[in-house]
């Protein structure tokens, strides 16, 4: 069984770095294909792609917040985690990780486990 | 980049049939899929490739295409179907995860 577990700060101060990880389990970081995005929801409002870091390493970033985003993977830990720098209010919003869907082998276009997800509060 | 559009809202009376459209530029060159999202949860996918369901997702879950629209039809609909559903695609772009606005479901 696939579970996905978000952990980290839930307050942040504007200009501060964010640091969330994301512990997954029931799937190696190692497997073929195998990959895990980030997702922001800011309240009431919609998804929104922030990252995603493939087993060989490969990585993209939202292209408006690439200046400001590393993801990363530890695969012994079975961890991925995501950095945020110069946090602004704006950036308030339940931070999800989710697992990309694999085929034999070939990541697929959807997200099909997701974690709890963290909600983060940016604010003095 | 890429945009998709949803209605932000559909109402719909217990046993009825819902609709929920998705649209976006010559969306029938993608591939669409399906989350749903019950308050205070994380979204679960319930159509994939289209039109195909995941193990658990009821057959009163189904997904179509009909000209420049997706659409994820929900039949005989329940109170437990009341949430938000966004539809979503992978694009060639800049930011290749592309979620719809999302559209609140309220089972009357």
């Known amino acids: 069984q696939v579970t996905l577990k978000e952990s980290g700060p839930v307050v942040v101060k504007p200009t501060e770095t964010l640091t969330l990880t994301c512990t997954v389990s029931g799937f190696s970081l190692r497997n073929a294909g195998t990959g895990v995005s980030w997702i922001r929801q800011p309240p009431g409002k919609s998804l929104v792609w922030l990252a995603h870091i493939f087993s060989n390493g490969e990585k993209s970033y939202r292209k408006s917040l690439r200046s400001r985003l590393t993801i990363s993977k530890e695969t012994s830990k079975s961890q991925v985690a995501l950095t945020m720098t110069n946090v602004d209010p704006a950036d308030t919003g339940t931070y999800y990780c989710a697992h990309i869907a694999v085929l034999s082998g070939i990541p697929q276009n959807y997200l099909d486990s997701w974690g709890q997800g963290i909600l983060v509060t940016v604010s003095s | 980049s890429y945009v998709l559009t949803q209605p932000p809202s559909v109402s719909v009376a217990p046993g009825q049939t819902a609709r929920i459209s998705c649209g976006g530029d010559n969306i029938g060159s993608k591939t669409v899929y399906w989350y749903q999202q019950k308050p205070g949860q994380a979204p679960v996918v319930v159509i994939y490739?289209?039109?195909s369901r995941p193990s658990g997702i009821p057959d009163r879950f189904s997904g179509s295409f009909s000209g420049n629209m997706a659409t994820l039809t929900i039949r005989r609909v329940e109170a437990g179907d009341e949430a938000d559903y966004y539809c979503q695609v992978w694009d060639t772009g800049d930011d290749p995860w592309v979620f719809g606005g999302g559209t609140k479901l309220t089972v009357l």
């Open positions: 490739d289209d039109t």
